[in-house]
């Protein structure tokens, strides 16, 4: 009895990129450039965390694109492989997160996801990847011009389906971003890995794989 009670009263909210979905740049860029320096360098110059958070935010790739073009012309057929070629940063689902997943809707459990996508890419995410379009209700960060860890974005997710923060419990790959869904009331988990979770919700009363 105390399980079931448990498992009512926990709500998982799952971020995507990295908990269930793998994403890493350096798949693609493995490709165009010769060394890890030379990669790294790149990514933390041109293509960098925070222009991508732009696209995340709601800025279209082919406006993010052309920005970063005119800044570096040099690196123009890298730049439009980062849209071009964003597939190629996905090598796939995480599975065993996504069998956790679907045990969860096979018992039942409403199943919540916030997730800093860009518009473009998470249509063509949710179109590789079926499973992405059975959430009980998700926030995307593009449809909403608002990024983890900002407070807002947890809040609409809570307001927008009548969720208690105290019932939910999050998931992401992000300190920052666990932080934040702590701060507005939500117990969170830091992924590290599928067994984090599997041991997690099983201490939670959850259903797993």
């Given at each position: 009895?105390?399980?079931?009670?448990?498992?009512?009263r926990?709500?998982?909210v799952?971020?995507?990129?990295?908990?269930?979905?793998?994403?890493?740049?350096?798949?693609?860029?493995?490709?165009?450039?010769?060394d890890?320096?030379?990669?790294?360098?790149?990514?933390?110059?041109?293509?960098?965390?925070?222009?991508n958070?732009?696209?995340?935010?709601?800025?279209?790739?082919?406006?993010?694109?052309?920005?970063?073009?005119?800044?570096?012309?040099?690196?123009?057929?890298?730049?439009?492989?980062?849209?071009?070629?964003?597939?190629?940063?996905?090598?796939?689902?995480?599975?065993?997160?996504?069998?956790?997943?679907?045990?969860?809707?096979?018992?039942?459990?409403?199943?919540?996801?916030?997730?800093?996508?860009?518009?473009?890419?998470?249509?063509?995410?949710?179109?590789?990847?079926?499973?992405?379009?059975?959430?009980?209700?998700?926030?995307?960060?593009?449809?909403?011009?608002?990024?983890?860890?900002?407070?807002?974005i947890?809040?609409?997710?809570?307001?927008?389906?009548?969720?208690?923060?105290?019932?939910?419990?999050?998931?992401?790959?992000?300190?920052?971003?666990?932080?934040?869904?702590?701060?507005?009331?939500?117990?969170?988990?830091?992924?590290?890995?599928?067994?984090?979770?599997?041991r997690?919700?099983?201490?939670?009363?959850?259903?797993?794989?």
């Amino acid at each position: 009895m105390t399980e079931t009670i448990a498992s009512r009263r926990t709500i998982p909210v799952f971020d995507i990129g990295n908990v269930l979905i793998e994403w890493d740049p350096r798949h693609l860029y493995r490709q165009i450039f010769e060394d890890e320096g030379a990669i790294e360098r790149f990514l933390a110059t041109v293509c960098t965390q925070a222009w991508n958070e732009e696209q995340d935010r709601g800025r279209s790739f082919e406006e993010g694109v052309r920005l970063l073009i005119e800044r570096f012309p040099e690196h123009e057929a890298a730049i439009r492989a980062y849209d071009e070629r964003w597939h190629e940063m996905v090598p796939g689902a995480i599975e065993r997160s996504v069998a956790v997943l679907g045990a969860l809707r096979r018992a039942g459990i409403p199943t919540y996801a916030i997730t800093n996508f860009s518009a473009e890419k998470f249509a063509s995410a949710q179109a590789r990847f079926p499973f992405l379009a059975g959430f009980d209700g998700i926030v995307v960060s593009a449809h909403e011009g608002v990024l983890k860890p900002e407070p807002a974005i947890y809040r609409l997710l809570l307001d927008r389906h009548g969720l208690a923060a105290d019932d939910c419990i999050f998931i992401d790959d992000s300190v920052k971003n666990v932080e934040g869904a702590r701060r507005v009331g939500m117990k969170a988990i830091h992924f590290t890995g599928p067994d984090v979770l599997v041991r997690e919700f099983r201490a939670l009363g959850l259903p797993v794989a």
